[in-house]
């Protein structure tokens, strides 16, 4: 088999927006759906796919071991909470990014009450870890904004 016959079927893939699965696993709050996987598309290091919170809901608190994610905010106002109480939070919109790293207890909340959050997740690996967690809750959490090294002028 010639090169460019080997990347017809072992090149680029395309997952239809009808064929993302649902059956992942669940945090109470939010339906994820995958799209990139190692069925779907080959995929040995990244795992992606979709996550909506509906209007005025919020997950679970959760965390995803070892594995590091990524969420990108399509449409709605996402608000993070995060830490062992959940004692932090920060708010995202639509075009933002927000990373998770390992082990970080973490919620979703969708800050809207009319709209779907409606979010894009990318995981640094295969494997579906979602560790659901009972914690106490910290109220009122206390807003970060994070400024990163390069920005911070």
């Known amino acids: 088999m010639t090169d460019g016959a080997r990347w017809k079927f072992d090149g680029v893939r395309v997952v ?11 945090t109470p709050g939010m339906d994820r759906a995958a ?4 069925a779907t598309a080959g995929a040995q290091k ?14 679970g608190a959760h965390h995803h071991g070892d594995l590091e ?31 998770v790293p390992p082990y970080v207890p973490h919620q979703e909340i969708n ?3 009319g ?4 979010c894009v997740l990318v995981r640094s690996g295969q494997e579906p870890v979602v560790v659901n967690l009972e914690i ?6 206390e807003t970060v904004r994070w400024i990163d090294d390069i920005h911070r002028s």
């Open 69 to 99: 994610s990524v969420i990108y905010v399509v449409r709605g106002r996402a608000r993070m909470r995060w830490g062992e109480r959940l004692e932090f939070t920060a708010e995202a919109g639509p075009g933002d990014f927000i990373f």
């Open 46 to 59: 990244l795992w992606a796919g979709t996550v909506t919170i509906q209007p005025d809901a919020k997950t």
């Open 35 to 38: 799209a990139i996987t190692t």
């Open 115 to 118: 709209d779907p959050l409606e």
């Open 111 to 113: 800050a809207s009450p």
């Open 16 to 26: 239809r927006s009808c064929d993302v699965d649902p059956n992942t696993p669940q």
């Open 136 to 141: 106490p809750v910290t109220d009122p959490p």
